[in-house]
């Protein structure tokens, strides 16, 4: 099972530092992390970047999840 880390801010959902997940695709971790968290919904999480296994996604969609994943969600930071 790969583990989600949530930030501190995404902690204010979830209550939990991490999680196990059974999904392999990154559409169907966010359909199972909103299932199971159900404040997830309202939060800033889909439009976050995502780090799978130290490799940061700005848009991961498809992305495969490893079974054995580190997933980590990041904030977009604008540059100029």
Known sequence: MATVNFSS????????EQTQ???TVYRDMLKE???????????????????????????PFLDVIPPDGDVYFLHFIAGG
């Open 9 to 16: 801010e995404l902690q204010k959902f979830t209550a939990e």
């Open 21 to 23: 997940i059974n999904s």
């Open 33 to 59: 992390l909103e299932s199971r968290y159900p404040l997830l919904k309202d939060s800033p999480l889909a439009n976050m970047a995502v780090a799978i296994d130290g490799v940061i996604i700005t848009d």
